[in-house]
């Protein structure tokens, strides 16, 4: 199953971002997932995480900045991202996790990558 991010670009410090990563088949229903960032240099971080219950976590530089949430009438779980810092440039991934109805009916728990957007932050 394809996931497409969308949302990311270029955004002056203190400003305002929304990713987005939507599933393309409706047969894919997300209903958990996480956001990760990987910087040059650095290696990848967990940004946000939503389980099955709603409950959420968040990485200790993005709390009460960020946050993450899943659109049902969409298929899409979104991250939205508030005051905006310049160490918050980086390539944002998502991972989804849900129902997958395979074409017989039955239904398997999968989870599925982002392609990535970039997200950079001017000072």
């Known amino acids: 199953v394809q996931l497409v991010e969308s949302g990311g670009g270029l955004v002056q410090a203190g400003g305002s971002l929304r990713l987005s990563c939507a599933a393309a088949?409706?047969?894919?229903?997300?209903?958990?997932g996480d956001w990760y960032r990987q910087a040059p240099g650095k290696q990848r971080e967990l940004v946000a995480r939503?389980?099955?219950?709603?409950?959420?976590n968040y990485g200790d530089s993005v709390k009460g900045r960020f946050t993450i949430s899943i659109d049902n009438a969409k298929n899409a779980m979104d991250l939205q991202m508030n005051s905006i810092k310049p160490e918050d440039t980086a390539v944002y991934y998502c991972?989804?996790?849900?129902?997958?109805?395979?074409?017989?009916?039955?239904?398997?728990?999968?989870?599925?990558w982002g392609q990535g957007t970039q997200v950079t932050v001017s000072s």
């Open positions: 939503i389980a099955t219950d709603g409950i959420t």
């Open positions: 991972r989804t996790e849900g129902l997958l109805r395979a074409s017989y009916g039955n239904l398997f728990r999968r989870n599925y």
């Open positions: 088949a409706s047969t894919f229903s997300i209903d958990a």
